[in-house]
């Protein structure tokens, strides 16, 4: 069971991270904004955010490979003649999906959230160096809302021929700076992108009065999330567990009633009900993150106890069913849990508490065949 487990779970993560790998990471690749090492480091990224999925699908998917196979060579008639039941033989594969549970927990409400934000922070730094590194020679580069950036020469973060145009109204330009030389750095922490030019000139055009300047230096800051449209906070669905409840109690307190002096009853009632129906609309979508990290770590029980009946049944040992099989019951999970996301903005369908309904399902459903399975039934 362990040797299969290892295989299903290193193929989903195969086949998971080859979707991020061809959607994201390549494209960097190959327009020359990331070098080759720094592309197993974003792969390293994503693999725990992967597990996530790759670890509740491997298991099942070993599950049903194990015991379809164990019930087709006649195993579990053999043991059953020697007077060994099927629950003393799946009791330590019960027991490998509860600790599998404790493995996934760890990693949905800690360890894959950090990595998908350092994967975000990752790409965001990539796309930056294009400005730092490889800005482009004899190209107009309009990657920042209301300039226009213009070098004609860059070696590494050495600059030459220096020009940059400030737009009024996004079309028309109202001052143009130009600098023989230059240089630029990244403020990581900050989200910034730094230029310092050398001996610039600045000339401003307003109406028919022509402003001239000289700068011995002069520092512009420019915000890297206006170009690439990225937030340095995590979104929710990137927070940790620990986090989100930060976030929901700052979010509780900034929430609180309001004071009832000088306002009648009914007011009073109608204010809070206002206020109640608010909190509940903005702390939803918390509510929905905390409930999927926490009842999707139990995916790895539910899919045990239901996958061992299935494979004992369906009494094959074909890897093909089985695959199958695991497909069609993650299909089946998955629904429930886009449903549940589908639903954070509706607070009345208490969408939070969907996560937890194909737990229950697969858990109910589970132990009943497993305990039909027991009884030869």
Request: proline share 5%; hydrophobic share 50%; net charge positive.
């Amino acid at each position: 069971m362990i040797a299969s487990l290892l295989l299903t779970v290193a193929v989903f993560t195969f086949v998971l991270l080859l979707g991020n790998v061809l959607k994201e990471i390549l494209t960097l690749l190959i327009n020359g904004q990331v070098r080759p090492g720094t592309m197993f480091e974003a792969i390293g990224l994503l693999i725990p955010f992967v597990w996530v999925f790759a670890l509740p699908m491997g298991l099942l998917t070993a599950t049903l490979l194990v015991f379809g196979r164990f019930s087709a060579d006649q195993e579990l008639t053999a043991a059953r003649a020697s007077g060994i039941s099927l629950l003393s033989l799946v009791t330590p594969i019960l027991l490998l999906s509860l600790l599998c549970c404790c493995v996934s927990a760890w990693i949905n409400m800690e360890i894959g959230p950090r990595c998908r934000v350092a994967y975000k922070n990752f790409l965001f730094l990539a796309r930056s160096e294009l400005m730092n590194v490889r800005l482009p020679e004899g190209r107009f580069i309009r990657d920042f809302p209301g300039y226009i950036f213009y070098v004609e020469k860059n070696r590494g973060d050495n600059l030459q021929g220096v020009m940059i145009y400030k737009l009024e109204n996004g079309t028309n330009v109202e001052t143009t700076l130009r600098a023989p030389r230059g240089q630029f750095e990244t403020d990581a922490a900050n989200k910034q992108l730094i230029l310092h030019l050398f001996d610039a000139r600045s000339v401003t055009l307003n109406g028919s009065h022509v402003g001239i300047t000289s700068f011995p230096m002069l520092t512009l800051n420019f915000d890297l999330n206006a170009a690439t449209n990225q937030i340095s906070k995590p979104k929710i669905s990137d927070m940790t567990f620990w986090q989100l409840q930060d976030e929901l109690r700052d979010l509780e307190q900034r929430l609180s009633p309001p004071p009832a002096a000088s306002i009648s009853p009914s007011e009073l009632q109608a204010q809070l009900r206002e206020v109640a129906k608010q909190r509940a609309i903005l702390t939803e979508p918390i509510h929905v993150a905390m409930h999927r990290q926490i009842a999707f770590s139990f995916a790895c029980f539910s899919f045990t106890l239901i996958g061992i009946p299935l494979g004992i049944r369906v009494h094959r040992r074909e890897t093909n069913i089985g695959v199958a099989m695991a497909l069609v019951l993650v299909v089946i999970y998955y629904s429930f849990v886009t449903l549940g996301e589908s639903l954070s903005a509706h607070p009345e369908f208490a969408p939070h508490l969907i996560f937890w309904v194909p737990n229950f399902i697969f858990q109910a459903v589970g132990a009943v065949l497993l305990w039909r399975a027991n009884r030869g039934i």
